[in-house]
């Protein structure tokens, strides 16, 4: 219900421990979201050329989630790039209005999207399918790493606000063990260095955010989300391009 739009049924009630609870479940979401974009992209690849079969991909994604993590790229964009003092940065992130640092943050953003996705596709579209499984996992469990690392600074209510100090360091590994093992089953060997990379990019922007802030807005999460997204896209290319001396056979298919 929170990181998706995909209707669970009238039955469930919100409950705000549910909400705090459900964080152990983040990474598992991740998978199910990329398994949808990895679908929509083998249909799109039946009958389009692969670059349209990647952006509808990315379309179908975005709406199933309702642009919830874009949308935080954008506002931390907007407020760390134009501001200084911590009390304007969270203004800036608080204004519903799009400015010129978080457009350019998500034209950049999808634009890199699709340009390695539809380079994984031409290597190998099965590559590309489970590249998108584990890096919207991965980039739910960022937002795991960081709220269990850091503290969620306003005061006053907001959407991420019910999931601080919801973390526990037994959720916590339990979430990691999902998304190791999710990684492991799409890249075998590989998944060693995918893992490696999303927790450097949560550490540096828990680093960043620490920095400029003194913690993490849910806008920071999302911005967080889609940045270790992106990396693992490279990461992915990076060894795909790699000189076949260079690397054994690691997949499972």
Request: charged residues 15%.
């Amino acid at each position: 219900m929170f990181l998706t739009r995909i209707p669970v049924g009238k039955w469930i009630d919100y409950e705000q421990g549910l909400l705090a609870r459900s964080t152990l479940y983040f990474p598992l979401v991740g998978a199910g979201v990329g398994m949808i974009g990895a679908g929509a992209l083998w249909l799109c690849a039946l009958a389009f050329p692969l670059s349209l079969a990647v952006l509808l991909s990315m379309l179908t994604t975005i709406l199933v989630t309702g642009a919830f993590h874009e949308d935080g790229l954008a506002d931390s964009a907007d407020g760390f790039g134009g501001a200084a003092e911590k009390a304007r940065v969270l203004e800036i992130m608080r204004d519903s209005r799009i400015g010129t640092f978080g457009a350019i943050a998500l034209w950049f953003l999808l634009t890199a999207k699709w340009i390695l996705l539809t380079h994984l596709c031409e290597l190998r579209l099965e590559t590309a399918m489970l590249s998108l499984i584990i890096a919207h996992s991965a980039g739910r469990w960022s937002s795991l790493w960081l709220i269990w690392r850091l503290e969620y600074v306003r005061a006053e209510s907001a959407t991420a606000k019910p999931f601080a100090s919801s973390v526990t360091a037994r959720r916590f590994w339990l979430a990691s063990s999902a998304f190791v093992l999710i990684a492991f089953l799409c890249f075998n060997w590989l998944a060693f260095f995918i893992v490696i990379a999303a927790f450097v990019v949560s550490v540096l922007a828990a680093g960043f955010f620490k920095r400029r802030i003194g913690g993490i807005t849910g806008d920071t999460l999302g911005a967080a989300n889609q940045i270790v997204e992106l990396s693992l896209y490279f990461i992915v290319l990076i060894f795909e391009n790699a000189p076949k001396t260079l690397k054994p056979e690691w997949k499972f298919f």
